[in-house]
């Protein structure tokens, strides 16, 4: 009995000890970092696109494979009876020929220069086997020559595989920064409903002093409705800000991709700047040169429209090929009946010229090309000048965002010694509620421009990384 006891208060203390976890594990407060891990596990849209990058590396594969040995296998079995009536030398009527069977290995392959080989075992059997290997190898002289022509649907390939891949980048930095937004947000409004309170609270002594005043006769009744009215203000902002804050919340969750409208969010108010240091303009300029989505997709662009420009080019070359061919073939013996010296041999090289006249259709298409290419070229330049000087407005706005920081606070500084004056002037009777009351309203719009500017440096920093092409790597994220 003493053990079943025991037993079981061991089972009521671990229960209690997983409670107090769990309700540890709800009370904690979610970071920027959490928020931004949790988006890219749960929001579907970063779903999709991993699995939309899985597809792509398939097409890489497929390209890549065409420049491999491939190989084919085919075979046919045949059987049949012809019924007639019966002869002198048929005397059953019909006839039946023997059944056959065939089998073709195939293997094909092409080089990196536009040579195809064919290699083909023919085998067959239909009351006699006869065997045959056919070696076919043709090689283009003119068009089609050469690995940048051979090779360009795979260097096609390679560059659709990297489009694909800073497209994901791309998909995950706008995920990140929309977690971003969202957060900051909420911490903005977050510390505004503290300033708000705070104001409040102030406002709330105010009036009870007011009061003291009133009963000990320094003061008329009249004079404390101004204080009042801020009360009630602050009040309304104090209700105002609690919507927007459980909006916000909801706006976070959305975000991240996990919704549910019993979730509380709780995070931290604190804002932390991290370093302040304003970064160096021609270090990051090249890093956003090497970096930013937009200006690697756009020198792609001129790879790809230079690229079909040399192709249809090539078209437009005369065609000469050389085609060689070598055939072994036995009556016996297997594979190895080919190799006999009663094997039939045969070596033939051929040439094959063909001139294009006036195809205007690929005159048209190369003077097509040759527009894309030089809009791709200009488009470059200009995403060029357009990233260099974003670049340069992201590090100006972080710069003033920096200064309103400073002067922001030095105004929050200054609104609450002059609130504290004004304070001890009104206890000795040398100022008014409504100078108090209006210094008060001072104070809280420093308080919530301290705040504003902070947000304001957080998001301009993000979007300066943004820019740069680097949110992931700031993040940790791979």
Do not use: C
């Not at 957060?183 to 002093?209: C, F, H, M, P």
């Not at 407005?393 to 400073?406: D, E, F, Y």
């Amino acid at each position: 009995m003493k053990y079943i006891n025991k037993k079981w208060l061991k089972n009521i203390a671990i229960g209690i000890a997983l409670a107090l976890l769990a309700t540890t594990a709800v009370a904690k407060e979610l970071s920027l970092k959490d928020a931004i891990m949790l988006s890219l596990r749960y929001n579907p849209n970063v779903r999709d696109a991993f699995m939309q990058r899985t597809i792509d590396k398939f097409s890489l594969r497929s390209a890549e494979h065409q420049f491999e040995p491939n190989f084919a296998l085919s075979g046919s079995s045949s059987y049949s009876r012809t019924d007639g009536p019966a002869t002198s030398t048929n005397t059953t009527g019909g006839f039946t020929t023997p059944i056959s069977y065939s089998m073709t290995p195939v293997m094909t392959y092409s080089s990196p220069i536009g040579t195809t080989t064919t290699v083909t075992w023919n085998n067959s059997d239909a009351g006699n086997y006869s065997t045959s290997l056919d070696i076919n190898v043709v090689q283009p002289l003119l068009q089609g020559f050469g690995s940048a022509v051979a090779e360009a649907s795979l260097r096609a390939a390679f560059d659709n595989e990297y489009l694909s891949k800073i497209t994901l980048k791309d998909t995950l930095i706008s995920q990140v920064n929309g977690v971003i937004s969202a957060y900051l947000t909420l911490v903005g409004d977050e510390n505004n409903l503290i300033t708000s309170k705070q104001a409040y609270e102030s406002a709330k002594k105010t009036v009870w002093r007011n009061k003291q005043f009133i009963k000990a006769g320094r003061m008329a009744a009249n004079d404390n409705v101004t204080a009042e009215s801020q009360v009630a203000q602050q009040r309304l902002e104090i209700t105002k800000t609690n919507n927007t804050i459980f909006n916000d919340k909801q706006a976070l969750l959305k975000a991240i991709g996990y919704i549910d409208p019993n979730k509380d969010v709780s995070i931290s108010t604190t804002i932390d700047l991290g370093s302040t240091t304003i970064p160096d303009l021609k270090k990051s300029i090249n890093i956003a040169l090497h970096h930013n989505i937009a200006y690697i997709k756009a020198a792609v662009a001129v790879r790809s429209a230079a690229r079909t420009l040399m192709v249809d080019r090539d078209k437009a070359r005369w065609k000469l090929d050389l085609t060689s061919g070598y055939s072994l073939s036995g009556q016996r013996g297997g594979i190895k009946g080919i190799f006999q010296s009663s094997a039939t041999k045969a070596l033939s090289l051929k040439l094959d010229l063909t001139v294009p006249l006036e195809d205007l259709d690929n005159h048209i298409t190369i003077l097509s090309d040759k527009l894309s290419l030089r809009k791709a070229v200009i488009g470059l330049k200009q995403a060029r000048r357009d990233l260099i000087l974003n670049v340069r407005n992201k590090i100006n706005s972080l710069v003033n965002q920096k200064n309103a920081i400073k002067e922001s606070q030095q105004f929050a500084e200054l609104a609450k010694k002059s609130l504290e004056y004004e304070q001890i002037k009104l206890e000795h009777g040398m100022s008014t509620v409504v100078n108090v009351t209006n210094l008060r309203g001072n104070l809280v719009t420093a308080q919530l421009a301290v705040t504003t500017a902070k947000i304001g440096f957080l998001q301009a920093r993000n979007d300066y990384y943004t820019t740069l092409g680097t949110t992931l790597k700031q993040w940790g994220i791979k």
